[in-house]
T-cell receptor, first 112, second 112 residues
């Protein structure tokens, strides 16, 4: 079946630190992979995506590379800001059935 | 700007009440989804719909039903609310050939 596993939080970093949030997946076929972000009190917003192996998604300084060999899609940012404090969700889309599978979310706290 | 609008941000209902959660999208999307979000469990799919009057069960449909009478509106119904249905409910929509969801801001439901 399809599933997504991401590192448990919370992750607490100082401003300008390097961020990695690990995400691994199990899937049949060739899924697309996504990172969503949820700011306090809001719904989820698409942060970035990758639709095939070796693709790199990027947005707002965040990056993630679709690694088929390690079934991973780790989120990285070189220098986090206080405004990046949010919950981050890794997800995959089963293209055959149009369904999404989400990880449990990782809360990021960035301190000034 | 495209939108998915959920009618209530916060809702408090009594055990046994019939509860309606409304979701409207203005993007002419065919696919709509209802998730619940709980700490440590991430997002779990309750129901989804590919078209008007069409519905499919997700992973946790028990205790819920849905209605899609018009393309833009997808309602989640709790026939007899229970305390274990206290949660954040998120509606999302997706166009057939475009990857990624657009989420509403969520409805935080408390059943007392």
């Amino acid at each position: 079946g399809n599933s997504v596993t991401q590192m448990e939080g919370p992750v607490t970093l100082s401003e300008e630190a390097f961020l990695t949030i690990n995400c691994t997946y199990t899937a049949t076929g060739y899924p697309s992979l996504f990172w969503y972000v949820q700011y306090p009190g809001e719904g989820l917003q698409l942060l970035l995506k990758a639709t095939k192996a070796d693709d790199k998604g990027s947005n707002k300084g965040f990056e993630a590379t679709y690694r088929k060999e390690t079934t991973s899609f780790h989120l990285e940012k070189g220098s986090v800001q206080v405004s990046d404090s949010a919950v981050y969700f890794c997800a995959l889309s089963d293209n055959n059935f149009n369904k999404f599978y989400f990880g449990s979310g990782t809360k990021l706290n960035v301190k000034p | 700007d495209v939108k998915v609008t959920q009618s209530s941000r916060y809702l408090v209902k009594r055990t046994g009440e019939k509860v309606f959660l409304e979701c409207v999208q203005d993007m002419d999307h065919e696919n709509m989804f209802w998730y619940r979000q709980d700490p440590g469990l991430g997002l779990r799919l309750i129901y989804f719909s590919y078209d008007v009057k069409m519905k499919e069960k997700g992973d946790i449909p028990e205790g819920y039903s849905v209605s899609r009478e018009k393309k833009e509106r997808f309602s989640l119904i709790l026939e007899s609310a229970s305390t274990n249905q206290t949660s954040m409910y998120l509606c999302a929509s997706k166009q057939e050939l475009i990857y990624g969801y657009t989420f509403g801001s969520g409805t935080r439901l408390t059943v007392v």
